[in-house]
Each structure stands twice: as C-alpha cells, then as structure tokens.
C-alpha cells in the first residue's frame, strides 16, 4: 500500500511537472497575468476597507449631530471620498481581471495547438509497435478530448486559482492588522476546509483517472464497431454489438458520474464550513462593537474579509479538483510524448547512387514480442529485377517479412542488405522512397482522385497522373465520376467499389515508380474479368524492377523467378514453379489443395 501512494505522489509530481513545462514557452505571459491577478486582488481587497471608512463616517456624523441637522451636504462630505476610492478600486480591478482573462485564453489556445502539433509529430516518428498495442479510439482520446482538458484548466482554472491564492494572502493580512485573535480563530476553520478538500481531492483524482481510461476505452470500441457497420449487419450481430456499446456506455456513464460528483461535492461542503466561520465573526464582532473595541465600520469590513478569505478557499478547493482532471489528461497526453520512438537514423547514412533492387536476408530473427520469435533464421537472396513470390498458410510471416523490407520494425539479429548496403545504415525515408506497396487493405486519403493517385509524389503533373492511371486500368472509370480527377473520395464515404479502390492504388504505386515492387495481394478485390485486363498492366509495372507478390492463389504465381514458401514465420522451401512441384514439397500440397 505504502509502495502504491509512493507511486501515486511520484505521478502527481511528474504530472504537475510536466504541466508547468508546457508553460515555460510562454512563461512571459504567464508572469503577465500573475501580476494582473495580484493588481486586480489588491484593489479588490481594499474596497471594504473604504466601505468601512464610509460607514464610520457616518456613524461619526450621526453620534455627533441630531438627526435633523445633517444636511445632504454633510453626508456628501462624509462619504464621497470613500466612495470614490471604491469606484476607483472597481474599475481598476476589473481591468486587471479582463488583461489577466485575454492573456489567459491566448495561453490556453497556444498550449493546445502546441501540444496538437507535438502529438501530430510525435505520431508520426512512433514504431507500428505502438499503434499494435494502442486502439485508434484510445489515440483520439488522448489527441483530442484530453488536450481539450488540459486547455479548459488554463483558460478556466489558471485565473480562478491566481485570484483565490492572492485574495487570500491579502485578506489575511489585513485581518491580522484588524484583529489578530479574532483572525485566528477563522484561520483554524479555514483549515478544516483545506484539510476537507485534501482528502476529497484524493479521491476526485482515482476517479477523474477512470473517468478518462473509460472514455477512452468507449471511443476505440465505438471507433471500431462504427468502421465495421457493414460486416456487424452481414453477420447479423447488431443485437451483441449493441449490448458491447452498451456496457462500455455505462461503464463510462457511471465514471463520468463519480467524477462529476467528487468533483462538485467538495464545493457545498467547503462553502458549508466556511459559513461557519462568518457566523462566528459575526457573533464576535458584534460582542466587540458592544465593548468599544471595535468600530462598526470595521467589524462590517472585517465580515467582508471573512467572506473574501473563506470564498477563495471554496474556489481553491474547487479548481484543485479541477485540476486532477487536467493533470490524468497531461499524464495521458505524456504518454504519447514520452513513448519509445523508431530507433535512431544512421550518424552517416547509405544512399546508392544507381539503385538496381538486389535483396538480401542473411540470417534474420524477428519477434512482435520480446523472448517469442517468429523468424528464427531467414536467409535467402533475390536479385536485382527478379519477381519473388511469398507463399504460405495464414499467419506464416508473409506481411512480416515485407514490413522487415520496409523497416516497419527492426530485426532483432541478422542483417537485411539491399544491393549489398544493410537497410539499417540507410535513412528511413530514403529507404521507403525504394519501394512501392499494393497492399491487400485499400486506403484513400480524404481528397481529389488526382492527389490520391499523387500521394507518393507530389509533384506529379497532371499528365503524369492521367498515364499512370491508364495503365493500371482505371482511367476510363474515372472520367465518369462527377468531377473527374477532382472527385473527392475516401476510403469510408466513396463512391467507387472495393476493387476501384484497389486500382487506384496499384496507379499510386505505378506514379511513385520504385526499384522494388510489393504486391500483397493485389487483385484479390478485382473480379476475374478486370483481374485479366490487368495482369499485363502488372507485368508492364514489375518490369526492369525486383518485385514481391505475396499470394494465396497460387496461379498467379507460376512465373515467378523465385518462389519463397513460408512456415510459422521460417522459410521452409525455395525454387521456382516447377521445382517445387517435382517433389512432394510444401507447396506442392499448397498448389493441389486450391
């Protein structure tokens, strides 16, 4: 137990740490409404001071004159001076309030477009490691609505917590010039309240913690049932999928509930104490103005007082609980931030000069997880413009040994060589400029035909694009979109079919024109009759380049120069079509079974 809370106080530091360095970048601002703050609090504090002075006044003029010689002169006289000092006071202080409240909001929004950016950047340098064992739903959490946390306790909480702290410290200290005895005694109330928002925020921050692992537990599941609608009605589980959605809404509901309650609880039962403490002023001051010790003006400054210092306590105890929310969510958003990145590019990096697509695995180990490999010695050579064909049962390591290609993750021992160069001396990106994919799984990016197909490069004119399209088989159907080439499509709301889709990646791949070629089944979305139309486009594209064509028919394969044929991650046979078939072999029990 004591191990746990060591923990716990060990992440609200680091948490509160991390939060104050988000604001190091526009620490001058900061400083700007601290001060506003401590201005706008003085010239609040000093107004029942005045007040006071007014009602002393006119005490003094009313014990000193009977009733019907005091002209409107005489009262002018007694009070115009404090009142205007009030007037002055005010106005002042609301300035400072409205500098400290613009300056903040200005923060607030810079902090979450910095951290937007930092996430943004961030993601883009994390190994696919990270997105294996992190849901997509969960990421959006994290990007969106705990940014969006982090930024309401700034543009919110920052001020009311500045305003609360120098309210305080200032109604204290004239309390204790009033009367140091009498402020003790509120003092000692005061400090039930602190203690009381203590323990209360203790548990405000377990359950403002679960309140954000739930949603985002309920974003990724909603995430994934939506994405998958159309498979959830084909196989008729819209009942089950509406019981999952079901169960995580009230998981999240009654998280989002607790932390709700602790959250505003605290706020009665402060303001109830605190109560507390202005009836016993009252009761004491009245005692003292009967006593003459004690001037009525002053006792009613002092109430002021009581309340100023005591109200500042409430809100205290209301923006600390606040503030457990935003530091789960800078945890959260750190999490991200401070997750293990893609080893590091080489100190002098690998370019070829003239790249010609030899591949070579020497001895490869790999593993998703550590101390379970997958690959326990891979070793095979593919020359330069040859069409390597990966075979194998579901699950055999055919994806894996391409994400090995493309340094998607690194080999655990061994060495990837291309053109005798290993793979880890080359820039990441130089290496991936090497290679174009047609993955089994279509993507589109939100935008125009023309800039999907231009996505690997983006200076492509429009004539380069047109021929690229043509000869992957889809430019005739796309002069009947609406628009043409400007049609907006994307992979979720389009209006081409799968097997369109799929085309215009394979023109994608064609545009980008790499020295090596993967097709991870490529037509396995095309029907047969568009399949035929382009097998020669395909044959035209992997021509003078080395080519992978990871395949599950096996008839589309038969002229390859070499054919790899994959087992529980090892490569147990290689040769070529017929090779392979002369001898009860692997794949000759592959090819029979289809």
Not at 96 to 104: D, G
Not at 238 to 244: D, G, L, M, V
Not at 414 to 433: E, N, V
Not at 443 to 460: C, H, M, P, Q, S
Request: charged share 20%; net charge neutral; glycine share 6%.
């Amino acid at each position: 137990m004591s191990t746990q809370k060591k923990k716990s106080a060990r992440q609200y530091i680091h948490s509160l740490y991390l939060f104050i360095c988000l604001l190091k970048g526009q620490k001058w601002k900061v400083f700007i409404t601290i001060f506003a703050c401590l201005m706008g609090s003085i010239l609040y504090t000093v107004q029942p001071w005045f007040m006071g002075n007014a009602i002393d006044n006119m005490v003094a003029l009313i014990g000193g004159n009977d009733f019907a010689d005091i002209t409107f002169a005489m009262e002018m006289a007694a009070i115009l001076k404090p009142i205007l000092l009030i007037l002055i006071a005010a106005g002042g202080s609301w300035v400072f309030s409205y500098i400290a409240e613009r300056i903040m909001a200005d923060v607030s929004e810079n902090t979450a477009l910095y951290l937007r950016k930092q996430v943004s950047h961030k993601l883009t340098k994390l190994p696919l490691r990270f997105y294996d064992k992190t849901k997509v739903g969960a990421i959006l959490s994290m990007a969106s609505t705990d940014i969006d946390k982090i930024s309401e306790i700034l543009v919110i909480g920052f001020n009311q917590f500045m305003l609360a702290f120098f309210d305080l410290i200032c109604g204290i200290v004239i309390m204790l010039y009033i009367s140091p005895r009498l402020t003790a005694i509120v003092l000692g109330v005061l400090a039930v309240s602190l203690i009381t928002t203590y323990f209360i925020s203790k548990a405000n921050q377990k359950a403002f913690n679960k309140n954000l692992a739930t949603l985002a537990e309920y974003n990724a599941l909603s995430e994934e049932l939506y994405s998958g609608a159309m498979l959830i009605k084909a196989f008729n589980t819209q009942k089950a999928s509406e019981e999952k959605i079901r169960e995580a809404n009230e998981k999240q509901y009654k998280a989002h509930l607790k932390a709700q309650f602790m959250n505003y609880v605290i706020y009665p039962v402060v303001r109830i104490i605190n109560q507390s403490a202005f009836i016993l002023s009252t009761f004491i001051g009245a005692i003292m103005v009967i006593q003459g010790k004690m001037t009525l003006g002053v006792v009613q400054a002092y109430l002021q007082y009581v309340s100023q210092v005591s109200e500042p306590v409430t809100q205290f105890s209301f923006v600390v609980n606040y503030l457990q929310a935003a530091l789960a969510a800078v945890e959260r958003v750190s999490e991200i931030l401070d997750a293990e990145e893609e080893a590091v590019e080489p100190e002098n990096p690998v370019v070829l000069n003239h790249p010609q697509g030899e591949i070579e695995f020497k001895h490869v180990r790999f593993g998703y997880l550590p101390g379970k490999l997958l690959m326990k010695d891979v070793s095979f050579v593919a020359k330069a413009n040859q069409t390597i064909a990966v075979v194998g049962p579901t699950g055999a390591g055919k994806t894996t040994l391409v994400n090995l290609l493309m340094r998607f993750y690194e080999v655990d021992s061994g060495q990837i060589l291309f053109d005798g160069q290993s793979t880890r001396g080359m820039p990441r990106q130089y290496l991936r400029s090497l290679f174009g994919m047609v993955l089994q799984d279509t993507w589109l990016f939100r935008g125009t035909v023309a800039e999907n197909i231009a996505y690997g490069k983006k200076d492509a004119t429009r004539e380069q694009i047109i021929a690229a399209a043509k000869l992957a088989q889809c430019d005739s159907f796309i002069r009947t979109l609406p628009e043409g080439y400007d049609t907006v499509i994307s992979s979720e709301q389009s209006v081409l079919s799968q097997g369109q889709q799929q085309l215009l990646t394979i023109a994608r791949a064609t545009l980008a024109n790499p020295n090596v070629m993967i097709l991870d089944e490529a037509t396995s979305s095309i029907d047969t009759i568009t399949e035929q139309r382009i097998q020669k486009a395909l044959a035209d594209l992997m021509k003078n380049r080395t080519s992978f064509i990871i395949a599950h028919r096996l008839s589309t394969i038969r002229n390859a120069d070499l054919i790899l044929v994959m087992r529980d991650g090892d490569i147990i046979e290689t040769g070529t079509h017929n090779d392979l078939l002369s001898w009860d072999s692997f794949y000759s029990k592959l090819y029979r079974a289809k």
